[in-house]
Nanobody
């Protein structure tokens, strides 16, 4: 089993920054691709960013590219999402997830373990 615990969400104003963290336990964290997703009320869960096992390769959704940055610290079993220049449309619950397959990193169905989520609210 894997446990993923997100933290760092909150209420901020447009243009502010937040850094989300996701602490993992239960498996060899460094062996797996990690991703961040978000879900707003009434909408489907959408891909935000993913990072490979070493952290040397990352992919971000077009909607956040240039504003958000995913990173990981394998020594701390933690993945991060640095969010800058936040917009009201970024308001959602943010989830981290672990992908055992190593492929299909933009699709929620390809992730095997999920955290409980952390709320991010951006006011205008």
């Amino acid at each position: 089993q894997v446990q993923l615990v997100e933290s760092g969400g909150g209420l901020v104003q447009a243009g502010d920054s937040l850094r989300l963290s996701c602490a993992a336990s239960g498996r060899t964290f460094s062996s797996y691709t990690m991703g961040w997703f978000r879900q707003a009320p009434g909408k489907e869960r959408e891909f935000v960013a993913a990072i490979n096992t070493s952290g040397g390769s990352a992919y971000h959704a077009d909607s956040v590219k240039g504003r958000f940055t995913i990173s990981r610290d394998n020594a701390k079993n933690t993945v991060y999402l640095q969010m800058d220049s936040l917009k009201p449309e970024d308001t959602a619950t943010y989830y981290c997830a672990l992908n055992l397959r190593g492929y299909g990193t933009t699709r929620p169905a390809n992730y095997d373990y999920w955290g409980q989520g952390t709320q991010v609210t951006v006011s205008s």
